[in-house]
């Protein structure tokens, strides 16, 4: 998949005090890429539809950066049936995050479906609000859960490539030290569709830097 005009992002820190997705010093909670675009069970056909796959490769370590990834059905396992209704109504705001160029972002929509016996999600910590004292509580017991929940942590090595479903794995990583003098951690990130007519126009364009 295309992005921005190429295969792929570089992910390395740089000095921006707001990104916090790319600066590195600050942790960088829970969330899905593309938090705003179509999920799975919303896709339409050229549509901007959140990938479905995320490949991230290492090209250079830091051994203090660790990524966390939960799955979606474990934080499903610490939540009440109550709350899971409520994160399925369209109570919800989400921003683009900070790395998009163009900012916009979209309201009234859930932060959780389900499709059969699947769970999909745009949960994105930094991004995510409600104004309605329901969807208020939803997202605090969801935080609540995915403190509870089980998680995998990885350091990226250089040469390590890791690939997960986007929508239904949600992914962090926490705090580092950054010199930003050419030598920090560096990352390679792409993303995959299971199908072309998922794409918009055979590609997915990405208003990111
Ligand atoms: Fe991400």
């Not at 390395?12 to 942790?27: A, D, E, F, L």
């Not at 995320?54 to 830091?62: D, E, M, T, W």
């Not at 499709?115 to 997202?139: M, P, Q, W």
């Not at 010199?179 to 072309?196: E, K, T």
Request: charged share 25%; aromatic share 10%.
């Amino acid at each position: 998949m295309k992005i921005g005009g190429g295969m792929y992002r570089n992910i390395t820190p740089v000095k921006k005090q707001n990104m916090i997705g790319s600066h590195g010093t600050k942790n960088f909670y829970f969330h899905v890429d593309n938090p705003t675009y179509l999920l799975k069970p919303e896709y339409k056909e050229c549509s901007l539809n959140s990938p479905e796959i995320l490949v991230i490769l290492g090209l250079r370590s830091n051994p203090m950066a660790i990524t966390s990834l939960l799955a979606i059905d474990e934080v499903i396992k610490n939540l009440d049936k109550t709350t899971i209704d409520n994160l399925k109504k369209p109570i919800y705001t989400v921003r683009t995050p900070d790395s998009f160029d163009k900012k916009h972002e979209i309201k009234n929509i859930p932060i959780l479906y389900s499709y059969g016996t699947e769970y999909f999600t745009r949960f994105d910590y930094h991004n995510v609000s409600s104004c309605k004292e329901e969807g208020i509580k939803a997202l605090s017991n969801f935080i609540d859960a995915i403190s509870m929940s089980k998680k995998i942590e990885i350091c990226i090595d250089k040469g390590t490539m890791i690939i997960f479903k986007n929508q239904k794995i949600l992914h962090a990583r926490n705090e580092f030290t950054t010199n930003y003098d050419g030598y920090d951690r560096w990352l390679l990130r792409a993303y995959a569709m299971m199908s072309v007519k998922s794409l918009c126009h055979k590609q997915i364009i990405l208003d990111e830097r």
